[in-house]
Nanobody
Framework: VQLQASGGGLAQTGGSLSLSCAASGLTSSAFSTWRMGWFRQAPGKEREFVAAIAETADYAGSVKGRFTISRDNDKRTVSLRMNGLNTEDTAVYYC??????????????????WGQGTLVTVSS
């Protein structure tokens, strides 16, 4: 399974950005059974959970109410809509895929495949 992330870029505080991640190397049917997630890593910090979606969506407390994760199983894509951005959201964002949808949603080690990362920069 390969993941290709796109989107990101520069936004001002209070602005919005959208990220997208396309999966390849698996059928739409198989994709629909995987949990898809977004993580982020700011300079000097560990990679942290942002959001994940299987049949339902889960969010880190820091983004809940501002970010929305969605998926299109037919297109094998997962998206992250980010509203109300602030400077603390600045990070490289990674999409990830977990074969076992019952595994821990926020543990990086429970995800099997990772995209290459896309940079989000929020200026004040």
């Amino acid at each position: 399974v390969q993941l290709q992330a796109s989107g990101g870029g520069l936004a001002q505080t209070g602005g919005s950005l959208s990220l997208s991640c396309a999966a390849s190397g698996l059928t739409s049917s198989a994709f629909s059974t995987w949990r898809m997630g977004w993580f982020r890593q700011a300079p000097g910090k560990e990679r942290e959970f942002v959001a994940a979606i299987a049949e339902t969506a889960d969010y880190a407390g820091s983004v809940k109410g501002r970010f929305t994760i969605s998926r299109d199983n037919d297109k094998r894509t997962v998206s992250l809509r980010m509203n109300g951005l602030n400077t603390e959201d600045t990070a490289v964002y990674y999409c990830a895929a977990a074969r076992d949808p019952q595994s821990s949603i926020d543990n990086v080690y429970d995800y099997d495949n990772w995209g290459q990362g896309t940079l989000v920069t929020v200026s004040s």
